[in-house]
Structures are given as structure tokens and as C-alpha cells.
């Protein structure tokens, strides 16, 4: 990374830890109420998580441009024009509160008898990670209720930055490596000095074995996530064809997390149930932009990428809300040079709504060759690692 770009990532990873530190000082009723900020229903929480985010990254750039679902016509007056790009702005794409209705009815149970408290003190005696994981699902320390901003410079993505705000937990995928950090008390004020030199002096290496490293069966790389929660999903996932046979039995989860979803490709699956790879089943930028990162940067025990990405085009796509849910090649922001592919994120300004724009994408481990020759079958195009 170059020295402004590791100051990009200390601002974004400042920005999170304002937003969870603003989130764990509000009382549960400030965060459960409706506000007029973004769409006119948000709740307080996802309001807050994002104001406070843009107020940081504005601090230290004015002239950044920041991708929400609540801020897409504030970003796209001034969304880039030119498909050089050389000449593309900095972009953050942000998803400041993901597995917000899940947050929304944790938030609720542990604040039913003390609504005025601040929800710090009421996770403090509620063993959050126990009650998360009760209420939803395991492991929580990928299932939890996330932030999530990725940096993209240039036509490049440079680093994801995502935390866990209930377990408490920050993850960041940069050219150094893929790390993740365990914070203290939300009302420690040294988290607030918290940086990228910091998390890797400090944090973990967050590896991705493999399919062979962890042991699985050939049923096992078939098991995949992805979210099926909504009409038109499943008809989508199926035109995939990436199963002969019933796939149900090898869903391993329909509402996953979005930011995070790579995290079950990675050793803290492990005990957890198998995961083959995981998919964006024609779901929105903000969901699996960060998902990048983690492919680049990825690497496994020999020093090779331990990640793949694959883009599927659907001959007859299917839309939601007027969007396709998988894009052919010339709707693609991959595009390829004889320097390599980049992110033409110039192509967003042709719709109202850039946060909104869908993609369908299969994220395996290396050696998964089973689903591997299955997208190749297919000729899904491969998105290589230059992005």
C-alpha cells in the first residue's frame, strides 16, 4: 500500500469504530425509533451508524465520494464521467449497518425491561455473543451484525475495512495481509487511536485453508451460502444452474450476512458446518463489494491466492426493482486490459440508484475443483485478481 492509501485505511477504520462507539452510547429507544433521515423510515441505528461514518470520512476528505443506499443522489451529482480510471475519483462504498432486521429484534429483546439504557451496558450484561447466537445463528463472529467500507482508487479496490458490532470484532483485507482484531469495551477511549499499524501489530492472520486442508467431502464443496430470503431469489439462483440435483440439501444458510459472507471460506468456519463457496445471488453492490478484498488478497499456505471469483451471466436475466440481477459482459464493471482488469465504476452514473446495481458472483477456495469445473462448464467468466 502506498502511504496515503494506509491513511485511507486508518480514516475508515476510525470511521467504524466512531460508529460503534456512537451505537453502543445510545439508549435502545434512540435506536429503535423511526427517523426522517435517507428514505424516510430508517431506524435510529442505521441513521446514526451512517451519519457518523460520513461526518468522519467528510473530515478528512470533502471531495471523497461516499456509496450508501441512504446517500445514492448525493454521490451520483457527482459521480465520475470518464471510464479512464486514472481519472476516477476516491470511492468508498459503505454499508454502514448490515443484518439491520436482525439487529433491529436483538436490540429489542435485551432492552424489553430497560429501554432508556445504553445498549454498551445492556450487551455488557447480556453475554452478547451467547444471546446473538441463540436468537440467529453460529457463529457470530461471522453472523454478527456488521459496518462494512471498501476503498476503490483508481479502478483498483485497496482495502475492505468490517466490524462486528456484536462480537466486537474488526476485520481488515489489505495488500499486508488479511487481519482480524479483538476490541476492547466500547468505553475505552484507546480504541479510538486504533490503526492499520496496530491491528497487524496486534490482531490475527486470517487464513483460508482450502477445501483440502479442511478435510472435505465432495458433498462438502457443494455446500454453499447465499441469501434466498425474498421473492425472485430462487428463481434466479436455479437459472444458475450450478445443480442437477435438489440444492436444498446443501444450503447452508438463505439469510447470511452480506459484508462478512467470505468469513465462511476462512478458518472461523471451522466446527461450524462445511461451506464450499458462497455466492451473491443478484444482490445489491454494497452486499458484495467488500467480498473483493478478500480475493485479492487472500493467500493460502503456499503463498498462492486462496480465493476465486467468478461472475455469472444469466442468458435471460431476471431484474428486482428494474435492476438486473446478473450482467453480461458489456453491463460488467470488471473490465479487461492487456494490463490487467479493473472496477469501471463510470458505468454507475447511468442509473438513479448506483447503490442499487446487482451482480451475480461465486466466491471459491482455490482448490474447490468440484464447483470450479461446474463454472467453467458454464463459461462463467473468472474475475481476476488485478481488479
Request: one cysteine or more; proline letters at 5%; charged letters at 25%.
Amino acid at each position: 500500500m502506498q502511504g496515503i492509501e494506509r491513511t485511507y485505511c486508518d480514516v475508515c477504520i476510525n470511521a467504524l469504530m466512531g460508529a460503534w462507539r456512537g451505537l453502543m452510547e445510545s439508549n435502545a429507544a434512540e435506536a429503535l425509533r423511526k427517523t426522517r433521515y435517507g428514505k424516510g423510515d430508517t431506524l435510529g441505528f442505521d441513521a446514526q451508524t451512517e451519519i457518523d461514518i460520513k461526518r468522519r470520512l467528510e473530515q478528512f476528505d470533502q471531495h471523497a465520494i461516499l456509496i450508501t443506499e441512504e446517500l445514492d443522489e448525493q454521490a451520483h451529482r457527482r459521480w465520475p464521467t470518464d471510464s479512464d480510471p486514472i481519472k476516477q475519483p476516491l470511492m468508498f462504498f459503505c454499508d454502514p449497518t448490515d443484518r439491520s432486521i436482525q439487529l433491529e429484534e436483538f436490540f429489542k429483546a435485551i432492552s424489553k425491561d430497560s429501554p432508556t439504557e445504553k445498549i454498551g451496558n445492556l450487551m455488557a450484561n447480556c453475554e452478547p455473543r451467547k444471546k446473538w447466537e441463540e436468537m440467529f445463528e453460529v457463529p457470530v463472529i461471522i453472523t454478527g451484525a456488521t459496518g462494512a467500507i471498501t476503498c476503490v482508487r483508481k479502478g483498483k479496490v485497496v482495502f475492505s475495512v468490517i466490524l462486528n458490532y456484536i462480537s466486537q470484532t474488526i476485520y481488515v483485507a489489505t495488500d499486508i495481509g488479511i487481519f482480524w482484531y479483538q476490541l476492547k469495551d466500547f468505553s475505552d477511549p484507546s480504541n479510538e487511536k486504533i490503526n492499520l499499524a496496530e491491528i497487524c501489530k496486534g490482531g490475527k492472520n486470517l487464513s483460508f485453508p482450502g477445501i483440502r486442508k479442511f478435510g472435505y467431502s465432495p458433498d462438502d464443496c457443494k455446500r454453499f451460502v447465499t441469501f434466498l430470503g425474498k421473492e425472485g431469489y430462487r428463481e434466479n439462483f436455479e437459472d444458475s444452474q450450478l445443480f442437477t440435483e435438489n440444492s436444498e440439501k446443501f444450503l447452508h444458510h438463505r439469510k447470511p450476512p452480506g459484508p462478512p459472507r467470505p468469513l465462511y471460506l476462512s478458518e472461523l468456519q471451522k466446527g461450524h458446518g462445511p461451506v464450499g463457496f458462497i455466492l451473491s445471488n443478484g444482490e445489491k453492490i454494497g452486499e458484495w463489494m467488500h467480498w473483493l478484498s478478500f480475493v485479492k488478497y487472500s493467500r493460502n499456505e503456499d503463498g498462492e491466492h486462496a480465493l476465486r471469483a467468478y461472475e455469472i451471466s444469466l442468458g435471460r436475466p431476471w431484474t428486482k426493482s428494474g435492476m438486473l440481477m446478473s450482467t453480461s459482459r458489456p453491463y460488467s464493471l470488471f473490465c479487461d486490459t492487456e494490463e490487467g482488469m479493473y472496477l469501471d465504476i463510470s458505468r454507475l452514473r447511468n442509473f438513479e440508484r448506483p447503490s442499487q446495481f446487482r451482480c451475480m458472483m461465486v466466491i471459491v477456495p482455490y482448490d474447490n475443483e468440484r464447483i470450479i469445473h461446474i463454472l467453467h462448464q458454464h463459461q462463467y467468466r473468472e474475475i481476476t485478481s488485478s481488479f
